[in-house]
């Protein structure tokens, strides 16, 4: 077993007053799509999100997918990482993923997941993109786990890669997937323009 914890519970403050998460992507509002695809997977899915009456919720409503409320998310991703990867079930890894990243799917978590079971001496295994540059998904073996109930603002888990105590393995996804979000009108315009979708 390895949980999904997928990262929902920010502002987007950049998309104001549009939700970023709720924007379609081929019909489906994205964060509905990306738990269908980590729902996909086989593996137990966890979406944090900043309340249980928050709108992203209902985008959840049908799936096969357990939500967790984050109810200090104003403070940041590392609050949101600290409280959600508290909150997962014990395994032996654990996969993260940012939840505005149209280029992850099923096949694409999939993989990342693979090559931990692959190469068990490692402790993360991070998607990169066509050129290399390290992005999403990112499974962490639970040897870190503790660590994360150190984060806090919104640095993330910059820290926790940066000083691993042990290997990180990168895994190449196809394209800009790994490293391709979208925060703004102007980005989700390009990603519009350049798929169609």
Same mark, same amino acid.
């Given at each position: 077993?390895?949980?999904?914890?997928? @990262?929902?519970?920010?502002?987007?403050?950049?998309?104001?007053?549009?939700?970023?998460?709720?924007?379609?992507?081929?019909?489906?509002?994205?964060?509905?799509?990306?738990?269908?695809?980590?729902?996909?997977?086989?593996?137990?899915? =966890?979406?944090?999100?900043?309340?249980?009456?928050?709108?992203?919720?209902?985008?959840?409503?049908?799936?096969?997918?357990?939500?967790?409320?984050?109810?200090?998310?104003?403070?940041?991703?590392?609050?949101?990482?600290?409280?959600?990867?508290?909150?997962?079930?014990?395994?032996?890894?654990?996969?993260?993923?940012?939840?505005?990243?149209?280029?992850?799917?099923?096949?694409?978590?999939?993989?990342?997941?693979?090559?931990?079971?692959?190469?068990?001496?490692?402790?993360?295994?991070?998607?990169?993109?066509?050129?290399?540059?390290?992005?999403?998904?990112?499974?962490?073996?639970?040897? @870190?786990?503790?660590? =994360?109930?150190? @984060?806090?603002?919104?640095?993330?888990?910059?820290?926790?890669?940066?000083?691993?105590?042990?290997? @990180?393995?990168?895994?190449?996804?196809?394209?800009?997937?790994?490293?391709?979000?979208?925060?703004?009108?102007?980005?989700?315009?390009? =990603?519009?323009?350049?798929?169609?979708?």
């Amino acid at each position: 077993m390895t949980p999904i914890l997928i @990262l929902a519970a920010g502002r987007s403050s950049r998309m104001a007053p549009r939700d970023k998460l709720a924007e379609p992507v081929g019909g489906v509002p994205l964060l509905r799509r990306q738990a269908a695809a980590a729902a996909a997977t086989g593996e137990p899915v =966890f979406v944090a999100l900043p309340g249980p009456d928050h709108p992203r919720a209902a985008l959840l409503e049908g799936l096969d997918v357990t939500a967790l409320v984050i109810p200090r998310a104003a403070e940041g991703m590392g609050a949101t990482l600290r409280d959600g990867v508290a909150r997962l079930p014990a395994a032996p890894r654990f996969l993260v993923l940012l939840a505005d990243l149209p280029g992850i799917g099923t096949e694409e978590m999939a993989s990342v997941i693979a090559a931990g079971a692959a190469d068990p001496g490692a402790r993360i295994w991070q998607g990169t993109d066509a050129d290399g540059a390290l992005g999403h998904p990112i499974l962490f073996d639970a040897a @870190l786990r503790p660590a =994360f109930a150190d @984060l806090a603002g919104d640095e993330g888990a910059r820290s926790i890669v940066r000083n691993r105590g042990g290997r @990180l393995v990168p895994v190449p996804l196809p394209g800009r997937a790994a490293t391709r979000d979208l925060d703004t009108p102007k980005a989700w315009a390009a =990603f519009r323009a350049e798929t169609g979708l």
